[in-house]
């Protein structure tokens, strides 16, 4: 088991946001969240690596339990990449920079080490070419295809994806749900926050439905989509049709 | 009307310019060095170190709302009453250094908290230290955010040295009044000292953005698109 | 001005001369209305001469944009001490003879000017152009829509500028102390020489006084301001 995630709950002021979230992920597993917007969904990524920090419950990597105090958590980051909604690009960096930084001053790698695993991962995103670009030059898509092999140069063992093209403009999704589907296929370990759900259908392993804080719901995408056991499921996809009009 | 300007006074007076840029100079960068501490300790003191943080933030509204004359004759004139005594130099040095510290201070919180959050959680995101993200993501974006106000403040100081010279340091104002008195041309030595003013403070103006053109970043800043 | 160094033992500051020194306040109360009615009367030039400066800035044609420019340049170089200095000597030159108090006001109230155009330009910039073209779409002239369209809403953005620009010249009125204006920092040392001991009780009375008055002014300020919002005019940034 590489992700373990044991009854989380946190909480901002009155409002409990996470009520209890249990559920785990294997090497390779591709799982998708899906959910009514405000469930608590982002805060469950943010939570896994204590971005944000939970008030109760427990997390582990493999072994490790990422939530316990001792643990030296910038070393447990550095394992799980973490794509944002906003990308999150640091703004006074070229895209290699970008993806560079945290090789050299997390991992400790050489320059040149670092510039050669950077330029291959834009590669792998399919802009090698932008490398020395500012993220203020870049499409919305390119920049999150920066954020992403931000996040692949590290070597990570699972990565974070939240909402990654909730802030993209329509033509622009395609060219990142590209990327995240190739990732899903070359064996990487994904949990992904997304209103996508032509994607969810096809990519994931494993669909898992949260509303108000609690899951509702797990279960392959055949199941959820066709024959969802509960019925708030079946209600949140009947909206989620009509608004996008069905499978895309 | 009958008006009278003589070579001679040049001398003298670039000497003055001379004592001038050293008192600006020198209190900016004194200034610039207690104002980043001050910032910082506003900026992440509140918990660990807050008896720190209300010390920098006391000053901080002290300084910034009393005038600069206020604080300059205090040193000079009422700190020797307790024995403490400092030459016009020095005592001038200090008041603007004190000074500048706190609109310093200011510039910079205002410069560092305009860094958009995100910027320093992608950095934790990716594994670096609290001191790392400061380091390699926060503070390379917020020297650039702050350019402009820095700037604006290095003119107000440069206007601000010529105050020293009522305590009698010989800067720039401080020439100008000895020749004054000397000769009884009062206008005209102040209307070359004005031009004296007006040249340098364009000088620096233009070498200011020279500074900001070559450290410009396309997406950082009012200019950028994000 | 030098203070003579006369090597005589000081007279000890004691608690007593901290009491002693409150029973000056009227004298500093006296000083500080003239620093206040300086102020007033500044920021009243200030205001007439920005506003008008900085409509032919952004309005003007581009021989009085230029001169406006210049204008701006100036005034905001030049530090407000040789301002005041050169007010005290010019006029002689010219055979008149004004008061310290009205060449302060007016060495300060244009200085003042410099900096209030800019905050109103900035304000009018701020301004989204299609206002303007709403305004002469229904048949305004340039003149009206500036003056029933424009100029209210300038006014509104231009109060936090405003704040700032009453704060730093707030605390430029102690410079008339050089040219002989009888205000708070000279009552001061009128009090330091009567009783030396008390200079420097008396100084740090000033500066508690001026943080009064500035966070007043501030606070009153930000009452307008609340008073005269309306909510989605704000500034872009």
Redesign the interface.
Known sequence: MLLRVEDLHKRYGKEEVLKGVSFSLEKGETKVIIGPSGTGKSTLLRCI?R?TEPDRGRVWLEDVEITSPKVNI?????????V?Q?F?????LTALDNVR??LI??KGMSKKEATARAMEELARVGLADKANA????LSGGQQQRVSIA?ALA?DPKLILFDEPTSALDPELIGEVLAVMEDLAKSGMTMLVVTHEMGFARTVADEIIFMEKGVIVEQGPPEQIFSSPKQPRTAEFLRRITDLYGGAR | MNLFFSWSWLPKLAQGLLLTLELTGLSMALGAVLGLILAILRIYGRGPLYPAYLLASGYVHLFRGTPLLVQLMTIYYALPTVGVRFSPFVAGILALTLNTAAYQAEYFRGAIQSVRAGQMQAALALGLSRLQAIRHVVLPQALRLVIPPWSNELIYMVKGSAVVYLIGVLELMGQAKNIAARTFRNFEVYIVVALFYLALIFLLTLILRWVERRTRIPGLGTAGRL | MGEAQLGLPLPPLTLEHWLSVWSYLPTLLQGLSVNLALLGGLLGVGFVLGVIVALLEVYGPRGLRLFAAGYAWVFRSIPEILLLLLMWFGPAQFGLSISPFTAAVLALGLRSSAYQAEIFRGALQAIPTGQTLAARALGFSRLQAIRYVLLPQALRLSLAGWGNEFAVVLKDTTLAYAIGVVEVMRQARYIGSRDFPLTLPAYILVAMLFLVVTYFGLFLLGNVEKRLRIPGLEARR
């Not at chain 1, 910038?74 to 973490?82: K, L, M």
């Not at chain 1, 999150?88 to 006074?92: A, G, P």
């Not at chain 1, 500012?134 to 030059?137: D, G, I, R, T, V």
Request: proline share 4%; glycine share 8%.
């Open positions: 690596n971005l910038n070393r447990i980051r550095a394992q799980i990449g973490f944002f906003d999150n690009l640091f703004t006074h930084l945290g001053r997390v500012y993220p203020a030059e931000r590290m």
